[in-house]
């Protein structure tokens, strides 16, 4: 391995609108990535907090034109406009005004090692399973993650999402099962599923009650 590496970004591969930008170059001390917005209305970053990962996050506009939001306040962003959210839990998302509009967006928690999250990790079969959950094919969804799963056995994002594919499959015993690992390897995920539309189903099974809190 040589002490440095190039690429221009046509050269970096792509998940959907994703530039695995941190996965082509191994980069072992920030999460860094480029995302691209085709047309002008494509959401490029989708709204979020990063109060789960605790991550400060800074973004490059460096294509294009973006319109940014955070915490309810519109950033006119063109190229070369930088966009730095300080705060995890500021909820934050950028829309694409011109075509091809391409955003760098890097990321970590201040004082701690990065670690690639359990999702980036399971991105193949994250993909296919969310493409099932949008078609309603919840128990081809549901395989999905059981098949990442032999892959990656201490995927708890993999167990999280089996639980929810379960549940709207109605496989109550199986996504309670999943939950309930999933939440001994993460307690967050215990606040999570207490919002999470995705157990409508479980609402009024105690076993579930007693999962959440």
Aim: proline share 5%.
């Amino acid at each position: 391995m040589t002490r440095w590496a190039s690429a221009h970004l046509d050269e970096i591969g792509r998940r959907d609108t994703w530039i695995t930008i941190r996965e082509h170059f191994g980069v072992r001390a920030l999460g860094i990535n480029a995302f691209v917005g085709a047309e002008a209305g494509d959401e490029i970053i989708h709204a979020h907090a990063e109060d789960w990962h605790g991550h400060e996050e800074l973004y490059v506009v460096l294509e294009g034109h973006a319109t940014f939001t955070v915490d309810g306040d519109e950033i006119d962003a063109p190229a070369r406009t930088i966009v730095y959210v300080r705060e995890p839990s500021a909820r934050r998302g950028a829309v694409a005004k011109a075509p091809g509009t391409t955003i760098l967006a890097a990321g970590g928690e201040p004082g701690a090692a990065f670690e690639p999250s359990p999702y980036d990790a399971a991105w193949q079969w994250m993909q296919r399973g969310t493409e099932h959950y949008r078609a309603g094919r919840y128990a081809e969804a549901a395989a999905e993650m059981r098949d990442g799963l032999a892959e990656l056995p201490e995927n708890s994002a993999l167990r999280y999402n089996l639980a929810c594919y379960s549940a709207l499959a109605r496989e109550p015993e199986e996504a309670l099962a999943a939950l309930r690992q999933a939440v001994e390897e993460d307690p967050r995920f215990a606040e999570l599923a207490r919002s999470d539309p995705d157990f409508a189903s479980l609402r009024e099974d105690p076993r579930f009650t007693q999962l959440v809190g």
